[in-house]
């Protein structure tokens, strides 16, 4: 069964960093481009991140660039979503996702 | 940026009705559009990838057209579980861009 399951949301202040994971089982982790997308509370989707196959090539919104890094490490099938400088509207549930298959998400808040 | 401009942002319907969920990209996006539902407190699932093409395990009242920038989701008779919001997500291009949703409701 393909998996991904997302950890490390949690509550944090302003200016501070957060690293969220995404442990994916049940498919050709190296094989897959995986992405992060994110959902603040009664809003809609916003893609946030992706990550090619071999990890050479990532891509960001505008709204995250520069303060966010995806990253995945083929040989552990785990991706991640390094946040830097959170913001109060970074405030979401962000869930790792291929194409077809979506973590369970986890939630970030980021409040004082 | 590609925007993605979703109709009817609220959608009631009766069980049996046939319903069409619209997405209209700000330039032609080459079919490459898909269709998600999420129901409250869950990941969003995918319906339809590129346009027309039914993902495994979903029901055939499920289906999807267009082309360029103007795209359709179609449910051609309407389930009590078919509830839910239902978003269309273009990735033609960089930024990937989501609609703002649909929330179908059923009467």
């Known amino acids: 069964e393909v998996q991904l399951v997302e950890s490390g949301g949690g509550l944090v202040q302003p200016g501070s960093p957060l690293k969220l994971s995404c442990a994916a089982s049940g498919f050709t982790f190296s094989s897959n481009w995986l992405n992060w997308i994110r959902q603040a509370p009664g809003k809609g989707l916003e893609w946030v991140a992706s990550i090619n196959p071999d990890g050479s090539s990532t891509y960001y919104p505008d709204t995250v660039k520069g303060r966010f890094v995806v990253s995945k490490d083929n040989a552990k099938n785990t991706g991640y979503l390094q946040m830097n400088n959170l913001r109060s509207e970074d405030t979401a549930m962000y869930y790792c996702?291929?194409?077809?298959?979506w973590g369970q998400g986890v939630m970030v808040t980021v409040s004082s | 940026d590609i925007q993605m401009t979703q109709s009817p942002s609220l959608l009631s319907a009766s069980v049996g009705d046939r319903v069409t969920i619209n997405c209209k990209a700000s330039?032609?996006?080459?079919?490459?559009l898909n269709w998600y539902q999420q129901k409250l407190g869950e990941a969003p699932k995918l319906l339809i990838y590129?346009?027309?093409n039914l993902q495994t395990g979903i029901p055939s009242r499920f289906s999807g057209s267009g082309s360029g920038t103007d795209y359709t989701l179609t449910i051609s008779s309407l389930q009590p579980e078919d509830f839910g919001t239902y978003f269309c997500?273009?990735?033609?291009?960089?930024?990937?861009?989501f609609g703002s949703g649909t929330k179908l409701e059923i009467k």
């Open positions: 997500f273009q990735h033609n291009s960089w930024p990937l861009t």
């Open positions: 590129n346009t027309n």
């Open positions: 330039q032609n996006i080459n079919k490459y």
């Open positions: 996702a291929l194409q077809d298959t």
